[in-house]
């Protein structure tokens, strides 16, 4: 009943407001677009000139050239390319890291280089006496072999004196035969 009474209310209040038939109107609209974008222009405008005039600034205030460099009036000419990297006279003056020119190329070629080493024969150390093999042999080496095992502290060290002594204490069945049985009459 309550709810009734309040929904009635509602309903009549409406009929007596005025109510609102319009938003905007498309001229308020239209001169807030138009006003916008002229903001938008003056930004840009202002903008612009800010980097003008940093550059400008940025120009004047350059150090010294040395003179063992040629003048130019072309500021290209004093930026470092790859295409410029690539004479020999520059190559050797052109400090490190220079620019990669063919990724990819370079990239392969370092590839092959490390598979040819992963799956070849070869020397690291030949005074030293040092090899390397192919890491598929080196697999089934170590699967053969085992890991090294480093003896802990205060252990003794593995020799082959203590390993035969070792190997001959546990064949040693002389203390523990069993003692023939005498027979009984």
Not at 118 to 128: I, P, Q, T
Request: proline fraction near 9%; charge should be negative; aromatic fraction near 4%.
């Amino acid at each position: 009943m309550m709810h009734e009474e309040i929904d009635q209310h509602h309903n009549s209040g409406n009929q007596h407001e005025p109510f609102e038939r319009e938003d905007l109107s498309p001229g308020a609209i239209l001169g807030f677009l138009i006003g916008l974008a002229v903001v938008c222009v003056l930004v840009a405008v202002v903008l612009k000139a800010a980097y003008w005039a940093m550059d400008r600034y940025d120009s004047a205030h350059q150090p010294a050239a040395s003179p063992l460099v040629k003048a130019t009036s072309d500021p290209e000419a004093r930026r470092a390319t790859p295409r410029r990297a690539t004479g020999e006279k520059i190559k050797e003056s052109f400090p490190e890291p220079r620019l990669e020119e063919n990724e990819r190329g370079e990239l392969n070629d370092v590839r092959l280089r490390e598979e040819q080493e992963l799956n070849s024969y070869g020397w690291v150390d030949e005074k030293a006496g040092v090899a390397h093999i192919p890491i598929e042999r080196a697999m089934e080496l170590t699967a053969q072999r085992g890991l090294p095992v480093h003896p802990r502290a205060g252990t003794t060290p593995p020799s082959p004196v203590n390993t035969a002594r070792e190997a001959a204490t546990r064949e040693d069945r002389s203390r523990t035969a069993p003692k023939p049985q005498e027979k009984q009459p």
